[in-house]
């Protein structure tokens, strides 16, 4: 499968943003999906994820309650709906993709997309 993720950008503290990870040459429905992050000098966090079969979401403590993940299989794309956002949420924001259940280790997962960068300015 190869993913794309898109859809970040540069907001104010306390607005949302929705990030799109569209899949092509697998549908998402086959994988568990998950959102990860990186700032500068920082490793890649796990923030959100979700199962194959189940939809059950998984998120990091830090964007617990202010983000949502979900899955449109028709569309063939993965969403991180970010809310409240806070400027230690500035990072690259990567979707990825591994078979079978959520990790929320990033070197579990097999295909990843390019990134897509948001910035929160206080």
């Known amino acids: 499968v190869q993913l794309q993720a898109f859809g970040g950008g540069l907001v104010q503290a306390g607005d949302s943003l929705r990030l799109s990870c569209a899949a092509s040459?697998?549908?998402?429905?086959?994988?568990?999906m998950a959102w990860f992050r990186q700032a500068p000098e920082k490793v890649r966090e796990f923030v959100a994820g979700i199962s194959r079969i189940s939809n059950r979401p998984y998120y990091g403590d830090s964007v617990k309650g202010r983000f949502t993940i979900s899955r449109d299989n028709a569309k063939n794309t993965v969403y991180l709906q970010m809310s409240s956002l806070k400027p230690e949420d500035t990072a690259v924001y990567y979707c990825?993709?591994?078979?079978?259940?959520?990790?929320?280790?990033?070197?579990?997962?097999?295909?990843w997309g390019q990134g897509t960068e948001v910035t929160v300015s206080s």
């Open positions: 990825a993709a591994r078979e079978l259940v959520v990790w929320t280790s990033a070197s579990q997962y097999h295909y």
């Open positions: 040459g697998r549908t998402v429905d086959y994988y568990a």
